[in-house]
């Protein structure tokens, strides 16, 4: 499935109203970057994406297989990479119920890196640029 989004910034430094195909929102930088931190900035938008996205994914497989694991919270952290060799994301996954099984345990590993932004993040990327 194709997305497509575009991003348009104006005179305001660095606020970018971001468009998808039925919504709307901003993103900005921190006040020390230049900005005035109104609204996310790009890279919160990231780590967002793989949080939001691995939830999503676990929910929907735990209402399929009818388990009741109560709230799902993911936590994720971009590291600040150094030498700006390699992203490293850090997620962290919990259950409010506690008496998961094990078995459980290790089939939700595996569904948490079948979440569709986890692959996209594990393979390689291309990005082609053209201006117009």
Same mark, same amino acid.
């Given at each position: 499935?194709?997305?497509n989004?575009?991003?348009?910034? %104006? !005179?305001?430094l #660095?606020l970018? !109203?971001? !468009?998808?195909?039925?919504?709307?929102?901003?993103?900005?930088?921190?006040?020390?970057k230049?900005? !005035?931190?109104? /609204?996310?900035?790009?890279?919160?938008f990231?780590? /967002?994406?793989?949080?939001?996205?691995?939830?999503?994914?676990?929910?929907? #497989?735990?209402?399929?297989k009818?388990?009741? @694991?109560?709230?799902? @919270?993911?936590?994720v952290t971009?590291?600040?990479?150094?030498d700006? %060799?390699?992203?490293?994301?850090?997620?962290s996954?919990? *259950? %409010?119920?506690?008496?998961?099984?094990?078995?459980?345990?290790?089939? *939700?590993?595996?569904i948490?890196?079948a979440?569709?932004?986890?692959?996209i993040?594990? $393979?390689?990327?291309?990005? $082609?640029?053209?201006?117009?």
């Amino acid at each position: 499935m194709d997305v497509n989004v575009s991003a348009h910034i %104006s !005179k305001e430094l #660095y606020l970018t !109203k971001i !468009k998808t195909e039925r919504h709307e929102f901003l993103v900005d930088e921190p006040i020390d970057k230049g900005g !005035k931190d109104v /609204a996310p900035k790009p890279t919160e938008f990231l780590a /967002a994406s793989l949080a939001s996205c691995t939830a999503i994914t676990l929910k929907m #497989y735990t209402e399929r297989k009818a388990w009741d @694991v109560g709230e799902i @919270v993911v936590d994720v952290t971009l590291l600040d990479d150094a030498d700006k %060799s390699k992203s490293i994301f850090n997620r962290s996954i919990r *259950f %409010s119920k506690t008496d998961i099984p094990e078995e459980q345990m290790k089939r *939700f590993q595996h569904i948490a890196n079948a979440c569709p932004v986890h692959k996209i993040l594990e $393979n390689s990327v291309i990005i $082609n640029t053209e201006f117009k």
